[in-house]
């Protein structure tokens, strides 16, 4: 009679079934089996019906035909751009506008967001309404109605450029976009520059100093007006020694167009209009349902605690609100940029218009370039979501949960 | 006693009344509670005023004050024929009403697509309000039934045969396709450096082929009959209402149970046949009108009906795929889903005009308007199994292993027991997703669709109604139309939270 534990069963057949067939065991793996059979059909007649549709058209795949000559015209261009340029530089010239627009777009979204949020929120009965009726409207219309209604009735409306709107004489809006000064390099540029990182650099090293010395050492350290001389005193004084960075041109009304200055077409005026408004309206609900997420008690135990109002808000309610607020408000970050694919229906020359409409009619590569289009918009939204899981990582990794 | 009265003081006479405290309800306690209580807020309440009257009255005046309600041209809406200055331009909106709202179908069909939106209205309506009974009829009817007869009543044209000559050719071209493939292989086995592997696989999946084309032969030697008769539709009707109606008794338990399960089967069956008996789809039905000649609210409509009515089945298979513990389902939802998401709709629509054609067999060719449809189904599909899986994630666990306890298989689990909590519980996020959705149907019109924001902009170029105010007045109008609708559904998404959250409030 032994009294010793039997050895448990080998368990690597069941390991094995558990990690090829899931809860279902050899089941499972049949059903895997037979939904593969049907990827794998669906392949085959994918790839074979394309292949045969491919030759009847007399179109060659691959993506050889990046390295040709596109033969037409981008009407905003940041790197120089000809019609003799090849479609690979088309690719790259309607990205950076697509993402020339949505930093844009994002920038004033995210202004415009805040200030919504802080009206729906204020005590004043009559702001709070205005907020809402503003949130109300742009969320129950379409984004391309809005695009076109600032494209297409807004703008066009505008005088022609000789009765442009004049903005401070210094820059001019009409029916032929806006027209603003633009900066010309002096002689002072590169010590300004250098001398405006040096302040950058030196301030944020400053900062990491004084959180250390806090964190460490209990030891306040105040370093605003350092950070003040740092970043504003320097450039100035750089700019006593060496002589002005950049002038102004101002843009001047000749004939019947504007000289001078530079042009942004109305297009990216209509789009960049009607993308951060719209995309404001959601981020004003994000921002007041996060604020209003921090628990009335925050406040109160920060004023016991002795803070001061602006204090308990800088340090008790905005840490906790922002953990409500970043992650669906990059999320309407993507959407914006996502939208502004949108610029198609207005002409913008962003990736979706230049290189998935007029590269696409021209070449008629249709699977190459729409999977071109659709694998950026995928990795940058794969890589968005990548941060914001690391993110999410470290945030709840701090709040030691 | 005595002394406690007496070293003690007690009134003899009454207090003067104090004033009412200061009124913090109606408009003047309002007024003075939320407008004018600081002078800062004095100074917000006044920032708001200007910013009401800045916006407020010029639309105002331009919709309704200064606008001009009667005239047959742009003449009308001239500032110097009016003798001032002319606000919104109503007559061109009367007169491209037809186009906005029916786009180019043809004048004498029109009643058809009434009929289809007072179809819809009739069953959509009972199943939006919470108290009427037999949801579960309604919601079959709107989901299966209408689509169906909205088709026949839109597009027009009759049927050549049933459920099995359907199913009889779709068979067929399954294996057309298997043994195609098969031969490919044993064509490349020719070639190929490993000649007998490839050829034992080709002849493998050709053999496959014939066998099946072996086991559907009863059901195509029986189409080629009924084909052959003189009734081809009410023959095969017949012979279809025969065999789904026994199977259905046999899956309902037999000589039993089956014989609900049977009556049901028969009474759709009437039901069907009424339907095609009423429309004369038998008899080549309504005149066909082609899509290309659709247009304005109803293709809005269509485009999200369908996206709603399809991407919802789509939504669930992904998100239980995506929850399966089988890797390789659970591996193919997940990427599938974040594809479609990740993505924008306009690409989808590009991907479904250019790309998908290609993907056809080159003697199939879909229309335009069932492209886009296509795509909208997958993109939508992809975002409510998201939707879903937050309610899926809900449940506690316990009622799966509760289920399991009783002996319910994993289907009957799912489909009595997780899924009508799950849905219910994410009902709001659905409706949300649905407006989105009717918002992103105007991206139709960007691929050649004329829906209602495609027709509006189609009505700007007529040059008898060019007028400065004529883009505005369009843009009102369909503004309005867009709102209604994406309001109303907002509202009810929030009516029905309101109700599921009733156990919760205090």
Redesign the interface.
Known sequence: MSTEARNPPPQIALKIRR??????GWN?VA??FA??AI?G?IG???V???R???E?QHIAAGFGFLSNNAGFDVNQTLISYTGSDTFLRVFVVGLLNTLVVSVVGIVFATLIGFIVALCRL??????S??GEIYV??I???????QI??WY??VL??LPNPRQSISLLGIAFISNRGLVIPSPIGGSGLEPFLAMLALGVVASLALRFHARRALFREGRMIRIWPTVLGLLVGLPLATMLVFGVPFTFELPQLKGFNFAGGSRIIPEFVALTLALSTYTAAFIAEIVRAGILSVHKGQMEAGASLGLSRGATLRLVVVPQAMRVIVPPLTNQYLNLT??S??A??IGYPDL?SVF?GTS?SQTGQ??EI?AM??GI??LI??LTSAIMSVYGWRLSRSLGA | MSDIASSSFVRKDLLTERPAPVKTTGFVG?MRT??FNSPT?IL??I???L??WFTIIPSVRFLMVDAVWSGKDRAACLTENAGFAVGACWPYIQAKLPQLIYGFYPEAERWRVDLTFILAAALLVPLLVPRLPAKGLNAGLFFFAFPVVAFFLLHGGGIKGFGLSWTAGVLELFDD??I??GQ?VLGVSKTSAVPPVLWVVGNFIVLVGVAISWLILPLTWLRDQIQGAGQPVWGDFAVTTVIVSLIAFGLGGGWRTGWRALASSIATFIAIALVIKLMGLDRGGLPVVTTNLWGGLLVTLVVSVTGIVTSLPIGIALALGRR???????I?SIAFI??W???????VL??AT??L??????NFTVDGLVRALIGIALFTGAYQAENVRGGLAAIPRGQGEAAAALGLS?WKTTSLIVLPQALRHVIPNLVNSF?SLF?????V??VALFDL?GSL?AS?SDPKWST?ST??TG?AF??II??IF??GM?RYSLFVEHRLNAHRRN
Not at chain 2, 439 to 443: G, V
């Open positions: 990690i090829l067939g899931g809860k279902t499972g059903v895997q939904f593969a990827l059909w085959y007649e994918i074979s019906n394309a045969a549709n491919l009847n204020s005590p004043n009965w009559l702001l309404r205005v109300e409207i969320r129950n219309l379409p984004v391309l109605f076109l209604f297409l009735a066009a409306a996502k939208n694919s949108l198609v229906a979706v998935a696409l249709a699977i729409i289009t659709m918009y995928l939204s794969l | 309002l939320r407008l807020n917000l309440t920032v708001g005023v910013l009401l396709s298997i195609g493939a490919a399966s513990t089988i890797p390789l389902i659970r193919f974040e594809f998401r990740g993505v924008p709709l306009i690409t590009f991907f250019y790309m054609p290609l993907f056809l067999p080159g994993w407006i918002k992103d149907t105007s991206l019109s960007i924001l902009r700007f400065p883009a505005f843009f369909a503004g867009y709102f994406c309001f907002s």
